[in-house]
């Protein structure tokens, strides 16, 4: 690690594992809560689909200011919004479970607070990518960007194993308490963390890039986030009907499978590609076969602790590609311009994240191998195509262009 990058990860980090505890919490819970209170799957494959609409069109947007106002000032208002409509979120759901509201209303509640957080959140991801790009020189950059998906990945064990000790409390007990941490990380991220150093984007000629250079890329972070969108959204119903369990213990062992994902992923990024630092296409290369694999052994899984691997083996995939996406994007960008890729990547992904819960949680009413069909036919595009660019010449990080022309 580039000594310069310390001090401020020592900031940056707590505040992205609130902010991915509360994800992988929600996703480890939702389903399970949501049919106790009267919900199908597919309804809450809505819910998350609606918050990734809002987050296609709002994550350029805040990327975009991040470029001309600065990254603590979008991190800190998103972490802020986080925790508040988290909070709000938690109660809509109590209120579900207790019968005060019925369930119609609940499920509006929920919609509209998931794409309230998506509309202020948003920003919370591109600003950090964009922090450490701006930190880090290009030949770091796999490196750099890959400890923010370590954070993520972090967060992605604290929040399963937050869900599995604290649901004693009471099975939203975890979502309470979370996103309370999110709320004190924004205060602690308002106080000590630095603004790097960094040109502002003046939207004017020569200052913006085509995105016809970043699009293959962009459609690879669709396929994979797809891939993942279908998981997280039909593991917790999956986990369920193959232990034949309550909700209570299905949210639990759901959140043990998350951890086994996220404990892969963390070891790939903040270990595996911080000692090696290979080139973005080397990590694109390797991650979807490896993907692939994991959830292969899913579908054919005969016990639970079958799962519990593929969930290791896809993480481990997922560890791998997802900043190879994000260090290829931002080494084919200008300096300036670091804020607006890093969230026409989060749009992509959000895009996925759209497609993923209504097809995954809707073929999965029907039969759940429909599920990993569609699962492993977009792991082997995302492959296709990272293959393609793997032997193409890297663009310039700049290119002028006029309004008209991708930008």
């Known amino acids: 690690m580039e000594p310069k990058l310390k001090k401020p990860l020592a ?10 505890m509360g994800q992988t919490v929600l996703f480890a819970l939702a389903g399970p809560v949501a049919r106790d209170i009267g919900l199908s799957e597919f309804q809450v494959g809505m819910v998350v689909a609606s918050a990734a609409l809002v987050f296609v069109v709002a994550s350029p947007i805040w990327g975009r200011i991040s470029d001309r106002i600065g990254r603590k000032k979008v991190i800190v208002f998103g972490l802020t919004s986080y925790g508040i409509v988290s909070i709000l979120f938690a109660l809509a759901l109590r209120s579900g479970l207790d019968g005060i509201t019925t369930t119609t209303v609940t499920f509006i509640l929920m919609l ?3 794409m309230t957080y998506a509309a202020l959140g948003a920003g919370i991801q591109p600003a950090s990518t964009a922090f450490m790009a701006d930190m880090s020189s290009e030949k770091d950059r796999s490196a750099a960007v890959a400890l923010i998906g370590a954070s993520f990945g972090i967060g992605t064990i604290l929040g399963p194993a937050a869900a599995a000790g604290l649901i004693g409390f009471g ?6 308490i979370i996103a309370v941490y999110g709320l004190i990380m924004a205060g602690v991220s308002a106080l000590l963390l630095e603004e ?7 939207e004017g000629p020569g200052q913006s890039f085509a995105i016809r250079t970043i699009f293959p890329l962009l459609t ?8 993942f969108a279908v998981i997280q959204q039909t593991t917790a119903f999956y986990v369920q009907d193959f232990l034949g369990s309550d909700a209570m213990t299905a949210a639990r062992m759901t959140g043990f499978c998350f951890m ?13 590609i911080q000692i090696l630092k290979p080139r973005p296409e080397v990590l694109l290369l390797t991650g979807f076969p490896l993907f692939l694999a994991g959830l292969t052994v899913y579908g054919l899984a005969g016990a639970f602790w079958h799962i519990l691997v593929a969930m290791g083996v896809m993480g481990a995939g997922f560890g791998l590609i997802s900043p190879g996406i994000t260090a290829a994007v931002s080494l084919r960008v200008g300096e300036q311009n670091q804020g607006r890729a890093a969230g026409l990547v989060q749009s992509a992904a959000s895009v996925g994240f759209i ?5 995954g949680t809707g073929l999965y009413q029907i039969t759940p191998a429909y599920t990993l069909l569609l699962a492993a036919a977009m792991l082997v595009l995302g492959f296709a195509i990272s293959a393609f660019v793997a032997f193409q010449a890297r663009p310039p990080a700049a290119v002028a262009v006029g309004r008209g022309n991708g930008s």
């Open 171 to 176: 099975i939203l007990a975890p979502l309470y």
């Open 11 to 20: 900031v940056l980090m707590p505040a992205l594992i609130a902010f991915s």
């Open 355 to 359: 497609v993923g819960p209504l097809l």
């Open 260 to 272: 086994s994902l996220a404990i892969a992923a963390l070891a790939v990024q903040g270990g595996l």
């Open 220 to 227: 690879v972070s669709f396929c994979l986030f797809t891939v």
């Open 196 to 202: 790097p150093g960094h040109k502002a984007s003046q």
């Open 112 to 114: 509209v607070l998931r």
